[in-house]
Each structure stands twice: as structure tokens, then as C-alpha cells.
């Protein structure tokens, strides 16, 4: 276990853009980082330790909802997981079929309502649709 209070501000925000940067990357592109349950845990305690020292800088008060950057609609990486889902038809499937878990876990710690969910998937259907249809048939230039 990691004891954050060792930890410095500034070597905690590194962390976390190094995880962020490393899972959600356009390049290089990684199934084993992107994927990995031990890299999106730790990735998960980071952003949660810095969301806690913010919150005691502010002194938040108790039980104030997640700010609007965890929030998955709000957020840019959009484009990359996109193609990354529609890569893997078989991850797609799985996340139809548990009802979005996987793809929640995968995304964490931002966090997808149902008609994030719904959406993502229907763009990742269309993104998928729109690359069948821009690829060229073999012997054709």
C-alpha cells in the first residue's frame, strides 16, 4: 500500500498526468496499460488523493458532489477511447453485455451516467461503420 502523505504535491500531479497520459494516449497505444486493473486502481488512487488535499485546501464541506472534471461527458480523451473500443469489437460486446461495467471500470475514475454509456457506444458503432466504409479494397489506390 501506498502511503500519500509521503508524497509531495508536485510528484503526485506527475503521477497522475504519467497515468493519465499512459492510458489514455492517442500514441503509443498499449492494450496492456489500458486495460490493466493494477494501472486504472492506482491511476483511481491517485486522482483520490489529490481530490482529498484540494478538498481540505478548500475545506469543502461534507458530502459535495464530484467536481465536473470526473464527469465523462466533459472530458476530451473521448476520441481515443473511442477507437480504442471500436478496435476491439469483442471488448464492445462485453460492455454490452454486463450492462457497461466493463467499460466504467475501464474508464475510472470518470464517471459515465447511462446516456454517457449509451452514447459511447453508439459512437463507437459509428466510428467502426465510418472506418469499414473509408478502407480501400485490396488491389485499389
Not at 27 to 41: F, K, M, Q, R
Not at 49 to 68: K, W
Not at 70 to 95: M, S, Y
Request: hydrophobic residues 45%; negative net charge.
Amino acid at each position: 500500500m501506498i502511503n500519500w502523505e509521503e508524497w509531495p504535491d508536485a510528484e503526485l500531479a506527475a503521477l497522475s498526468k504519467a497515468l493519465h497520459e499512459a492510458r489514455f494516449a492517442i500514441e503509443p497505444n498499449d492494450p496492456l496499460v489500458w486495460g490493466s486493473p493494477t494501472v486504472i486502481e492506482l491511476h483511481v488512487a491517485v486522482l483520490t488523493e489529490q481530490q482529498r488535499r484540494s478538498a481540505a485546501r478548500r475545506r469543502a464541506v461534507a458530502g459535495a458532489d464530484r467536481p465536473s472534471w470526473f464527469l465523462w461527458r466533459n472530458r476530451p480523451e473521448q476520441a481515443v477511447v473511442i477507437r480504442k473500443l471500436a478496435a476491439d469489437p469483442a471488448l464492445t460486446q462485453r460492455c454490452r453485455e454486463d450492462g457497461g461495467e466493463t467499460v466504467r471500470n475501464l474508464l475510472r475514475p470518470f464517471v459515465l451516467e447511462d446516456a454517457d454509456l449509451d452514447a459511447l457506444l453508439d459512437r463507437v458503432d459509428a466510428f467502426r461503420e465510418e472506418q469499414a466504409t473509408s478502407v480501400p479494397e485490396p488491389g485499389r489506390s
